[in-house]
């Protein structure tokens, strides 16, 4: 079955207290997103990867590390959360140069104490 | 930058449709999405308009224009399972490929 897996799905942690969260997909997708989810905010991308060794900021990179040392695997790595990093993140994947299909991972749930 | 808007609830009844609007002002336009995502729930693709006009899904249909900057979603026959929040996202067609979402409308569908 296609799909983007992230782990953990909940997670409670202290501030300054570095963590990982990891995301798979199993569909050969060249590209990788990484998403916060806020209340009235909508989705904002976080970082990017366009494909194996190249990512890239997007629109809330402050706080966030990101690595894509192998095509299925994108972790976010929060090296020093806070509370204002407590939130709904989404990882997700499409393939290169077709249409616009984004396929999204089942969340994780992050409260920073 | 990139901002979109869209209204943040519509209500509506079983078996009717309805229309959710998306306006939106970028800095260059590759085209502009939709996603589904009910609560505690992924968001899922629904469908996607790189040139004027429209594109239909089943019940769904997407429209773009984008001389107007402007594009909708039109949801017929509407089911209590369509109650979801929708979003729209657009993506820059020059150098950096963010995709940049509205924050969402929410539909409520009564019976």
């Known amino acids: 079955e296609a799909q983007v897996t992230q782990n953990p799905r909940y997670l409670i942690t202290v501030t300054g207290k570095k963590l990982t969260v990891t995301c798979s997909q199993n569909?050969?997708?060249?590209?990788m997103s990484w998403y916060r989810q806020d209340p009235g905010l909508g989705l904002r991308q976080i970082y990017y990867?366009?494909?194996?060794?190249?990512?890239d900021k997007g629109d809330v990179p402050e706080g966030y590390k990101v690595s894509r040392k192998e095509k299925r695997n994108f972790p976010l790595i929060l090296e020093s959360p806070s509370p204002n990093q407590t939130s709904l993140y989404f990882c997700a994947s499409r393939a290169q140069g077709v249409g616009e299909t984004q396929y999204f991972g089942p969340g994780t749930r992050l409260l920073v104490l | 930058g990139q901002s979109l808007e869209q209204p943040s609830e519509v209500t509506a009844v079983e078996g009717a449709i309805v229309q959710i609007n998306c306006t939106y002002q970028t800095s260059g336009f590759y085209g502009l999405s939709w996603y589904q995502q009910h609560d505690g729930g992924a968001p899922t693709f629904l469908s996607y308009n790189a040139l004027d006009g429209l594109e239909e899904t089943g019940r769904f249909s997407s429209f773009l224009s984008r001389s107007d900057s402007y594009g909708y979603l039109l949801l017929q026959e509407l089911q209590m399972k369509d109650s979801a929040s929708y979003f729209c996202?657009?993506?820059?067609?020059?150098?950096?490929?963010?995709?940049?979402f509205g924050s969402g409308t929410r539909l409520q569908v009564q019976p």
């Open positions: 990867s366009m494909n194996v060794e190249v990512t």
């Open positions: 996202a657009v993506r820059e067609g020059t150098g950096r490929r963010a995709l940049t």
């Open positions: 569909m050969n997708h060249e590209y």
